[in-house]
């Protein structure tokens, strides 16, 4: 059985948690927060990079009874990698990556779906943002069967950066979009690619469809306009590990 993430709270149990190098998956702050403490736990926050929600005090009230001092924090049940620390170290093993960055994807069990079929197919890694994203969770991790336990996943504090640094490390950068210039089939993904995935309302936002190398889209013949978002990852995936294939001659 999958337990739920961990969770602490208080101000200096949650920067005792952060010093001692323990991954912070979010931590959720009491909106109105004051003290020289509590700004002391925002600049760390900040120079971690951990993701913070300022929230009502009554959340904070259902999550514990106990005194929080308007601070609960959630230990990941991950450590979550950094992109530029993953790349340098798939190109030195010799691979040609294939990697899928979720744009703007808050549903844990679509991520869960994906992250099982990445694994399947042989993903090199999964890239996440840090704010307005998913994360690992219990949800998340039962849902990929336990595949997240071992894909690497990369939490980005900035989407347009990350995609700047993978078109200047070589890759080719396509996004799936119902503005795509043509079929997925038609894309080549047999050099080093990452695959862009947005939210199923919003789509990949534009500034970072600007960096894109190719657009693509899947053709839709029913009535209805759009597929889940983790059957379209899984559609895209397997035409890239089938491209692969091919070109390695198996």
Known sequence: MIERNEMIFGIRAVMEAIESGKEIDKVFLKKDLQGELSKELTTLLKSSF??????????????????????????????YERTENLVPTLFEAGKVPLLLLLDGITDVRNFGAIARTCECAGVDGIIIPAKNSVSVNADAIKTSAGALHTLPVCREQNILQTIKYLKESGFKIVAATEKGDYDYTRAQY??????????????????HLALCDEWVKIPMIGKIASLNVSVAAGILIYQAIQQRGAFCGE
């Open 50 to 79: 951990i993701p913070v929600q300022r929230v009502p005090i009554e959340k904070l009230n259902r999550l514990t009874k106990k005194n929080h001092q308007g601070v609960v924090a959630f230990i990941s049940p991950i450590t």
């Open 190 to 207: 047999v050099d080093p690619t990452c695959i862009i995935m947005g939210a199923e309302d919003t789509g990949v936002p534009y500034e």
